[in-house]
Structure formats: structure tokens, C-alpha cells
């Protein structure tokens, strides 16, 4: 197996790596274990990381600092299902709430928005796109 390609790249604009291997894996199920693997690891970690900020957005703050934190636009968190609905719980259901509101941003942690960011490139990994 060659060393790993850091994405992004020209050919595929999202972020992640792109792996050669020398040899084909002995098996199908090989080959799933080994495309399943990175993104997996990276949703597990985006997971935390969402979870750990979306904890500093809510409790752990002051309203000094708060202030400080960067808005999100809310339809950009109703991109992801997943990922929108666990902000929308964490924070008391603000995003469905928002709905009839006039509040176009939610400020949220740094931390909460790279955990979203990962969770939605890491699923966009899962795709099976190949390159040659």
C-alpha cells in the first residue's frame, strides 16, 4: 500500500484521503473493511467533537465569551439530518424552533462546528467513488 493523498484535490473536491493499493485485497469483504475504515474513524471523531463543542456552546461559557463565538446560518445545519437534529436537541430545539422565528444564524461553539463539518464531509466519503 503507498503512502496516503491528502485531500482535497483537483479530481475529488472534498476532504479525506485517497489510497493506492499495490495489490488487490484477497477478498470483497477486505476491500469493504478497508473503504469503510477512514470514514467510520473520522464520524466517530466528528461525533465526540460535535458533542464536546455543542457542551462548551451550552454550559461552560460565559456570556462574555459566547459573544465571541462564530453564527452559523441555520439552513446550512438542516443540511444533515443527523447532524441538525443533534444540534437541534443539544441546544433545546432551537432549529425547529427557528422555523417560524426570524433568526437566520445560531452562534455555536468552533469546536460544534467542525464536528458538524467533519460528520457531513465523512458521510460524503462513504460514497464509493473511485479513482483510477
Known sequence: ?????????????????????????????TMFDFALSGPVAGIVASFALLLVGLQMTTGTTDSSVYSYFPAIPIQILQFSRLGGSIVDASLGGVLTSSLTSDVPTIQLHPFAIAGYTGLVTNALNLLPLGSE
Request: include cysteine; hydrophobic fraction near 40%; charge should be positive.
Open 1 to 29: 500500500m503507498a503512502a496516503p493523498t491528502i485531500l482535497p484535490a483537483v479530481t475529488l473536491p472534498t476532504f479525506g484521503c485517497n489510497t493506492a493499493i499495490k495489490t488487490s485485497p484477497p477478498n470483497i469483504k
